[in-house]
């Protein structure tokens, strides 16, 4: 494989690549359009096809919903309601092999507890639907020690369910049923995914701006005219295959194309609140149905997950906000079930992030598409695939449909997708990692608990973690203000991870924007300076860096003061953006 880095430097690489498809016959396999997770594994499944591959961002790697999701990789318990009974063995099938083969360092089992308030008929009920997702679980065993991947469900009595969750009130339920899913950090998935694609050959470029769709004299897509918004140069790139994986944007880069067809998507908006893990008793997640949506308190690190919302979002794309009401009927939610009532003091951070509401059918114009019951793969033009739906756990099927639709089904067959079998970096090697974690935390200080959350991070990687604590001893300390990272993460995250930029190193490297107060404002000084060490920023430009963290922070908690969406949006979008994207020309138009 390629080097496993992803830096300045190889970005940079990557516009180049980019200009140079322009020159005859050096047009790409395939461009993939969206950085989020389809597109990270569509870059991922192309790559280890052989196929030459670039995959391109408007913003940081995951930085739209793909990194604000509810951290779960799960079956879909829900579809089993609508005896969808093959939609459900596809997730777990792809939940076990993440959890087994592909990303067993990123990916962990965790219980969920589902109460239950009616001792008889909801028990032989919910005990049947729960009994049929670990049977359809247990055939999709892959893995090479042919055992499950997570225990099978149990059934709790009263006092079995007060032991196991002492937070939850003692009228809230009459017992419950434990079953297994599993958790992941989106956003870092997201890059690991990023970083094996790039190790296996395609070329990655976060922060570049698709600005039109091109066409040849045919009206086939073969291209793309794009923007490097770090350095504004404007340029033609050539692709024998144009992939539009953009989720929640996927109408508007469509229309970057000049046509009509094409599928169609609506965002849904959902929040989550983050609350000190001591704040509630437990030891397990909870699932909860409420009158609106499904509700999830996730047991988290040190704190808890509690969400989500599910509601119409008609603003901005770029920023959705937590409203007021969305905290409140999140806390409202929570407190129904639990001992001890939480409060807006209670809670750390929030976040907001839109799900791509695939509608039926498929726009006026568009010639074929491949529909599953949570996406779709389709070809408004030729030469262009646009992939929308699904969800993040089935993110390497929706790749494989993707390219494969792409690519053609005779060039498929004969070249098949294998991602499969391929293990995301730091999944080889991590029982040995695991074995010698002792040793780590006797030579650096570092505790159980941070040998944990760098294992979980990244998995036999954290070899490179200490090389850098060997080469610098202060990389191996705490940040001061905020412990859970150490100071040689924010350096690694942009020699290997690809960070550009303050904000890339607060929300989506790390997580501190809401596992800390006022989002980790009090980390932000020493976490600019490593950067700016790293980056080669100047005072000048680490001072505009941490200037806009800070405005973005406080729009983010006036807008966490606001009633509806729109007064939200507002004073959200009053906080610029470290790194504006651009107004296509056809949008300038039809103005």
Do not use: C
């Not at 046509?259 to 001591?278: D, N, T, Y």
């Amino acid at each position: 494989m390629a080097d496993q880095s992803l830096t300045r430097e190889t970005r940079d690489s990557a516009i180049q690549r980019l200009v140079d498809s322009a020159q005859p016959g050096r047009e790409l396999d395939v461009l993939v359009i969206g950085g989020g997770i389809t597109g990270a594994g569509i870059a991922l499944d192309a790559a280890t096809r052989g196929l030459d591959t670039v995959v391109v961002e408007a913003q940081d790697w995951a930085a739209g919903s793909s990194s604000r999701a509810s951290k779960l990789i799960h079956g879909g318990l829900r579809y089993l309601q609508m005896l969808d009974f093959k939609l459900v063995h596809e997730a777990l099938t792809e939940r076990d092999l993440l959890l087994n083969n592909v990303a067993p360092h990123l990916v962990r089992p965790l219980p969920f507890l589902y109460p239950l308030r009616h001792h008889v008929w909801e028990r032989a009920f919910v005990g049947a639907g729960i009994a049929l997702y670990d049977f359809l679980a247990s055939v999709t065993v892959k893995n090479s020690r042919g055992k499950r991947s997570v225990p099978w469900h149990r059934h709790l009595s009263r006092k079995q369910l007060a032991a196991r969750f002492p937070g939850l009130a003692h009228d809230a339920a009459v017992g419950a049923i434990e079953y297994w899913d599993a958790n992941v950090d989106d956003a870092r998935y997201v890059v690991s995914v990023i970083r094996t694609a790039s190790a296996h050959g395609a070329a990655a470029a976060s922060r570049t701006q698709v600005i039109e769709i091109t066409h040849n004299d045919e009206g086939a897509v073969n291209g793309a005219v794009m923007v490097d918004l770090e350095t504004g140069k404007t340029f033609p790139v050539r692709a024998k295959a144009v992939i539009n994986s953009t989720g929640v944007w996927t109408g508007e880069t469509q229309e970057l194309a000049h046509e009509s067809g094409g599928l169609k998507v609506l965002a849904s908006k959902g929040i989550h609140i983050v609350v000190p893990r001591e704040r509630i008793k437990g030891e397990a997640g909870l699932i909860l149905q409420t009158s609106k949506s499904v509700l999830f308190v996730i047991p988290w690190s040190r704190y808890w997950v509690i969400g989500t919302t599910d509601t119409p979002w008609k603003e901005n794309l770029l920023n959705p906000a937590a409203t007021a009401d969305d905290i409140d009927y999140v806390i409202a939610e929570a407190n129904a079930v639990l001992a001890h009532p939480i409060d807006r003091t209670d809670v750390i951070g929030t976040w907001a992030g839109l799900r791509p509401l695939l509608q039926p059918g498929t726009m006026e114009g568009t010639n074929s598409a491949k529909v599953s019951r949570e996406h779709t793969v389709a070809s408004p033009i030729p030469g262009l695939t646009v992939i929308a739906g699904g969800k993040f756990t089935t993110y390497r099927v929706m790749a494989k449909d993707a390219v494969d639709f792409a690519i053609g089904k005779d060039a498929a067959k004969a070249n098949p997708s294998t991602t499969a079998r391929v293990a995301l970096l730091g999944a080889d090697g991590l029982e040995e990692a695991r074995a010698s974690a002792a040793g780590l935390g006797a030579t650096y200080g570092w505790s159980d608990q941070m040998i944990d959350h760098l294992l979980h991070r990244y998995g036999a990687n954290i070899s490179e973690i200490a090389a850098m604590a060997d080469a610098d001893a202060t990389m191996g300390k705490p940040l001061t203000h905020a412990s859970a990272y150490l100071r040689a993460e924010i350096a690694y995250a942009i020699t290997h991870e690809g960070a550009l930029h303050l904000e890339d190193l607060m929300t989506r490297r790390t997580r501190m924007n809401y596992e800390y107060l006022n989002e980790g404002m009090a980390a932000v000084p020493e976490v600019a300076e490593i950067a700016a060490s790293l980056l080669g920023w100047d005072e000048q430009t680490t001072a505009h860096e941490v200037a806009v963290y800070h405005q973005m922070a406080d729009a983010v908690a006036a807008a966490a003061l606001t009633r509806d969406d729109e007064a939200a949006s507002t004073v959200r979008e009053a906080a610029p953006q470290i790194v504006p994207l651009v107004t296509p020309p056809a949008a300038l138009e039809s103005k």
